[in-house]
């Protein structure tokens, strides 16, 4: 079935750091590719998303392309800040199963200033 | 618009006691699909449900079940709680027309 795979965390940057979280998933078809973040005590928030390959989702300074020959979704922010400092989550839709968001394992960044 | 709330946002229960939980969807947002976090699994699918009728289902025992009202609302409700139920417990609306979904704040059950 469907998977998708972060990252393992923590992952622990220096305020104004390059951020690269890592995310490949396996799907049948064309899902629709996510990124969540969980602030603490929070539910899902969602970050960016693209719905075909080489789509570019883009928020808050956060980016992620939808590479389909890599089947790969990283994402990147160009400079942390202590705020960012949360859980991030890859997911995909599943395409076989409409209401169905399939979700990585979660990494936690922690931006120090 | 106000987003997705459910409620209570705290639970404390004991083993083989049952549990309802609520989450009122974005407004005009019929979808509405229910997650558990954990620690060890992750966000795993419990079920969707659209227009009062449950769409798809997660892999969990029969215990874990749910509702729609015609107000698209719903209720999720875990019978017979066992210590391993302990979870947060979040609920996502969406509309018919976009896979992206929204989340509330979850509710956080303890069984002891």
């Known amino acids: 079935g469907d998977s998708v795979t972060q990252m393992e965390g923590p992952v622990t940057l220096s305020e104004e750091a390059f951020l690269t979280i890592n995310c490949t998933y396996t799907?049948?078809?064309?899902?629709?590719l996510f990124w969540y973040v969980q602030y603490p005590g929070e539910g899902l928030q969602l970050l960016l998303k693209?719905?075909?390959?080489?789509d570019k989702g883009s928020n808050k300074g956060f980016e992620a392309t939808y590479r389909k020959e890599t089947t790969s979704f990283h994402l990147e922010k160009g400079s942390v800040q202590v705020s960012d400092s949360a859980v991030y989550f890859c997911?995909?839709?599943?395409?076989?199963?409409?209401?169905?968001?399939?979700f990585g394992q979660g990494t936690t960044l922690q931006v120090k200033p | 618009k106000a987003g997705v709330t459910q409620t209570p946002r705290y639970l404390i229960k004991t083993r083989g006691q049952q549990v309802t939980l609520s989450c009122s969807p974005i407004s005009g947002h019929r979808s509405v699909s229910w997650y558990q976090q954990t620690p060890g699994q992750g966000l795993q699918f419990l079920f969707e449900?659209?227009?009062?009728?449950?769409?798809n289902k997660g892999n969990f025992p029969g215990r874990f079940s749910g509702r729609q009202f015609s107000n698209s609302r719903s209720e999720m409700n875990v019978s017979t709680l066992e210590l391993g139920d302990s979870a947060l417990y979040l609920c996502a609306s969406r509309q018919s027309i976009s896979y992206e979904q929204y989340f509330g704040p979850g509710t956080r059950l303890t069984v002891t």
């Open positions: 799907a049948t078809g064309y899902p629709s």
């Open positions: 693209a719905t075909k390959a080489d």
């Open positions: 997911a995909l839709h599943d395409s076989s199963n409409t209401g169905k968001l399939i």
């Open positions: 449900y659209f227009s009062e009728t449950q769409r």
